[in-house]
């Protein structure tokens, strides 16, 4: 079956610009969280939901980071007046029960920030 | 906040056991201890998971002593292909399932 999928796999935005990440996870899948993850550094959580609730955001390193999930199965990762040090893989990942030890990951987006 | 010690980096040989040994010394009763694999350009890959004494899949093996502060993921004859970051993590979910810097195990002919 399929997995998770995110679009688009490449993003260059100029400083200042806003972008907006897709992801979807595996259908069924109730838990689905983001992570930023840096060059050579692992995975950092950035916010969690079960269904449509955002039950954890304290990842978000500022109020520019904007996440939903409006029907419980798309999500959409935010970004507003992109800055250099945003550039970095955004992963995401669903699983199947609220105890999400078993994290199925998209590919990741690269953004890169000019 | 469960924080999770393992090496950074580790080498061995194509047909060798490998053996990756990650330290929690403050894991929490209710914390399972979970393996991931990442290659490059790819999102982790869940390998195994456990809480106590040892699992086996088959793809790996878990040992976790009693005390729990420690657990040694085992790799049973390793290809070139199985070169990869290695994470170990503690936790459930959110801000309490933290990834680390992971082990980079470069397997080599």
């Known amino acids: 079956g399929a997995g998770v999928s995110q679009s688009p796999r490449y993003k260059v935005a100029k400083r200042g610009q806003d972008v907006a990440l897709r992801c979807d996870p595996i259908?069924?899948?109730?838990?689905l969280f983001w992570y930023q993850q840096a060059l050579g550094q692992g995975p950092e959580f950035l916010t969690y939901?079960?269904?449509?609730?955002?039950?954890?955001k304290s990842g978000l390193p500022s109020d520019r980071f904007f996440a939903e999930r409006p029907e419980g199965s798309v999500s959409t990762l935010k970004i507003q007046r992109t800055q250099q040090e945003d550039s970095a893989v955004y992963l995401c990942?669903?699983?199947?029960?609220?105890?999400?030890?078993?994290?199925?990951f998209g590919p990741g987006t690269r953004l890169t920030v000019t | 906040l469960a924080k999770t010690t393992q090496p950074i980096s580790m080498d061995s040989y194509e047909g060798q056991e490998v053996n990756i040994t990650c330290s929690h010394n403050?894991?929490?009763?209710?914390?399972?201890i979970t393996w991931y694999q990442q290659f490059p350009s790819q999102g982790p890959r869940f390998i195994i998971q456990?809480?106590?004494t040892k699992v086996t899949n088959e793809v790996a093996s878990l040992f976790i002593p009693a005390d729990r502060k420690s657990s040694t993921l085992s790799l049973p004859r390793v290809s070139l292909s199985d070169t990869a970051v290695y994470y170990c993590?503690?936790?459930?979910?959110?801000?309490?399932?933290?990834f680390g810097p992971g082990t980079r195990l470069s397997v080599l002919p």
């Open positions: 990942a669903s699983s199947s029960d609220r105890g999400p030890y078993e994290q199925y």
């Open positions: 456990g809480y106590k």
């Open positions: 993590l503690v936790g459930d979910y959110g801000q309490n399932f933290v």
């Open positions: 259908s069924g899948h109730v838990s």
């Open positions: 939901f079960q269904n449509e609730a955002q039950l954890d």
């Open positions: 403050n894991i929490a009763t209710n914390d399972y």
